[in-house]
Every structure is written in C-alpha cells, then in structure tokens.
C-alpha cells in the first residue's frame, strides 16, 4: 500500500514538485472510486474540489439545449479532472461522469488555494499547470463542438 505522499509523486501532473510540496498538499488529498456513471461534476455547480484520476475514464461533457449532453473529451487515468475550483465564480464549466470504474486521488479546492497564500511558489506552479490544462481543455472542446455543429447541419452567423 502506497502512502499519500508516494501516491502524489506517482502523479504526472504534479512531476518535478520537491517531496516537501507533496507533503503540503497530501493532508488536502483524499481517494475516491466512481463506478460507471455516476455523475461527478454537474456544469454550474459549486466547484471546491478537483481530482487526479489514477485509473479508468471519465466523459467531460456539457449541456447543450435541446440535445443530451455533448461530451466534449474523454480522459483516461493519469488525467486532471476540474479546475473550476481554482477562479470564482468558483462554478464547473462543463460536467463529468465516470465511463468505467474510476480512482481518483481528490484534493479540497479551497484548502489548496489557501496553502498557496501561504506558499507562493507552490500557488504560481500548480496554477501554472492548471492552465496548460485548461488551455487545451478549451481547445478540445472548441474541436468537438465544430464536430457537434457540423454533424448536426447548424450554421452560425459570425
């Protein structure tokens, strides 16, 4: 049995974080098991948490009028899951729900948002990290809904 600490550093997101950074953050960090679909994340919800998925697949969708919800990306373990925790409004942007059976490594958002007022060096790693995540998110997302659009025939006017 992995302790926390060795469970973090297995983690590709957080590669390179000195082993004291790691122990900051393992008191924040729970596991989690989301067996296939449970919803996770629900889009406009309270967000204060994000996960690492260790293992299995979750959808990352979103809710579109009129369709079921478009998935947007599939993320297979070891991924990032939410970061909506990290700038208020500190609401999801999209939703999640587990494809298969999922383990996850769970931090509290704001716990980890205040251990970067107190470790600045931390708060501007991760936060930098985050956004690398969130830019291809964003990406991702901009690629499936062309997809969505075009395979459902609608026009936009620009």
Known sequence: MFTTVEMLAQQPFL????????????????????????????ESAPADQFWLITEGSVFLDSEVPAYTNVVLETLHGPAVL????LFPPYRWQFGAVAV?????????GPLVRALFQTDPALGYELTTR????????????RHRLADFQRASGHRTQL
């Open 15 to 42: 590669a390179g974080l000195t082993e004291h950074q790691l122990d900051l953050l393992a008191p924040l960090t729970s596991r989690s098991m989301f067996h296939a679909g449970n919803r996770i994340l629900r």
């Open 82 to 85: 939410g970061c909506s925790w």
């Open 100 to 108: 298969d059976t999922t383990h996850t490594l769970t931090f509290n």
């Open 130 to 141: 985050f956004l690398h995540v969130m830019s291809n998110r964003l990406q991702a997302a």
